[in-house]
């Protein structure tokens, strides 16, 4: 098992199942558990999911055919999706107060951040002290996020936060000095794989991202319309394909028309107002 896991994993399953049963015996937990799933499976959020687990398998297959992914890459593959592809996309997906939302989840994404997690991934504590490690940085971590949002806990914001630093530098240098070590292990090209792989999948997933992002923002923008015209069919797909064809796929355009020109549109009598408040400057706000 040792083999397939490492013990940080291991840890991270044994304390998962824990909480997990712990949770299943609490009937409050249960029902908030039920409710997420049914949110979960909901068609905006179950359909984009599957789209972009099938968008990544099909990258896979086509990192396959060039030999850059291969079996034993598995494991790493579904925590990148799980925990980071994932979650990464929809974030983006959800963002609507940030301009360029991808850009700025990517560089995030593909900082220095990114070497930690890999460096400090491969090179783990023994299992006893995994089994203590992991539950520990889970609490301050939980501590730390809550306490950020919290005004009044803002006094444990910071040596909660302070401890993390310790706890993550004390990782790195620990890594670091095992890679000086033990660097013909660290330099073969299967760990250059490992390395590389999760950067290649995070940029494979922009195009995928960046398509469920507008694909979400026209629907918006489309139910605005339905609101706005509701007594006018004709009217309602006047303003879609005038605005479809006027944005194409520029997200902010998009945006912009939501954020503005869309919420005129109810003073509309005719196509003439329709196109002098959705393509003129600063028509909305006369």
């Given at each position: ?83 980071s592809g ?38 783990v504590f ?131 028309m939501l ?28």
């Open positions: 098992m040792t083999e397939l896991f490492n013990n940080r994993e291991i840890a991270i399953a044994f304390w998962t199942t824990i909480f997990f049963v712990w949770a299943s015996s609490q009937k409050e937990i249960r029902r908030s558990f039920f409710q997420l799933v049914k949110t979960f499976v909901s068609p905006k959020i179950i359909i984009p999911f599957i789209l972009l687990l099938t968008y990544s398998f099909l990258v896979i297959l086509l990192l396959r055919e060039i030999h850059i992914w291969s079996l034993p890459n598995l494991k790493e593959t579904i925590y990148w999706f799980f925990f994932a979650i990464t996309a929809f974030t983006i997906i959800t963002d609507e107060k940030t301009e360029k939302p991808i850009r700025k989840n990517v560089r995030e994404l593909l900082t220095i951040t990114v070497v930690l997690e890999f460096v400090v991934n491969t090179y023994n299992l006893p002290i995994e089994l203590v490690f992991v539950p520990m940085v889970t609490i301050l971590t939980a501590v730390y996020t809550y306490a950020s949002f919290k005004t009044q806990y803002k006094k444990v914001e910071h040596p909660s936060g302070t401890l993390l630093a310790i706890i993550g530098i004390a990782m790195i240098t620990q890594a670091l000095i095992r890679i000086y070590q033990d660097f013909d292990k660290f330099g073969r090209f299967d760990t250059l794989i490992d390395f590389v792989l999760p950067l290649i999948l995070t940029i494979s997933i922009i195009p995928a991202t960046y398509l469920l992002m507008l694909y979400a923002s026209y629907e918006l923008l489309f139910l605005r319309i339905d609101f706005a015209l509701e007594s006018s069919i004709e009217m309602r797909r006047y303003a879609k394909k005038l605005l479809t064809l006027h944005c194409y796929f520029r997200i902010g355009k998009v945006r912009e954020k503005g020109r869309a919420n005129h549109l109810y003073r509309c009598c005719s196509k003439k107002d329709i196109r002098r408040i959705l393509l003129t400057k600063n028509a909305s706000q006369g």
